[in-house]
């Protein structure tokens, strides 16, 4: 199974930045087309007060006036290299904070549609929304936000599809900011998919496909997982897309590029679960040829050898 979408980090809180100027990123989206990529999804638009495009509305809310309009750019560069964008939602921090969504969903009201207004409506490359809020079990307001900020993008934009890409509450499942790699109170495959059939009860008429993180689990636990999650988006008529991070959460150095044979094993267990579509978490760090880290350009190396050529 080959990955063909790719997360744009642009706005993160723990990994560095690449400070790539239009340059770089126009040779990313070549790097990314060259190994079949043909979605990439802005991962959020604001993270606290850092936003990717100069809104009025989060400006107001005390948000920095960005010096690049990433999102212009990200969609320009998308109409020439002819990829889809989905649009990811803005993150106050304040469910990080509180474990609430709600606020999120208020600020998003404004953002969705401020956003296609000004930009969605205007590019051929708009093609979807991002749900940027992540969550791996039931979780306070979730299942309401979701289907809140679904249903809003879908009615402005003519229903256009939406995604979600929420986390295994698996062993690796730890803060970025732990010392630990695992912990003990990780849920089980029953548990999963007992609490997954209740989300997915309550948003699937607003999300159309969900892309689970598949690194918060042990190699040989994917089978179990990822049969659940493909029966359940079969059940509720999701597309079921796995989210291959291209990171390795084995290591004490958070976060460094995956080793391939962790990423082929992922990969082909999505396969066989036979999963819609693989995306990742990200190219431009973790797998692009023009990486700050140099062990990424050697990971596109290796891939293109086993998947491509």
Known sequence: MKITGTFLDE????????NWGEAQWDADFVNMKRIGIDTVIMIRSGYRKFI??????????GCYTPSVDLLDMFL??????????????YDSGYYW???????????NRYVIDEVWQNYGSRHASFAGWYLSGEISRRTKGAIEAFRAQGMQCK?????????????????????????SLSKEDAVSVAEHEREWDEIFDGIHEAVDAVAFQDGHIDYDELDAFFEVNKRLADKYGMECWTNAETFDRDMPIKFL???FEKLRMKLEAAARAGYDKAITFEFSHFMSPQSCYASAHNLYDRYREYFID
């Open 11 to 18: 706005i993160s809180h723990d990994i560095p930045h690449q």
């Open 52 to 61: 990717t495009y100069p809104s009025k509305y989060l400006v107001g809310k």
């Open 76 to 89: 320009r560069l998308s109409d020439k290299h002819g990829m889809k964008f989905y649009f990811g939602l």
């Open 97 to 107: 904070d509180t474990g609430d969504m709600s606020r999120d969903t208020e600020y």
């Open 155 to 179: 009615a402005v934009s003519g229903g256009m599809p939406t995604l979600i890409s929420p986390w295994i509450d698996g062993k690796k499942a730890v803060l970025a900011a732990s010392a």
């Open 257 to 259: 590029p995956i080793k």
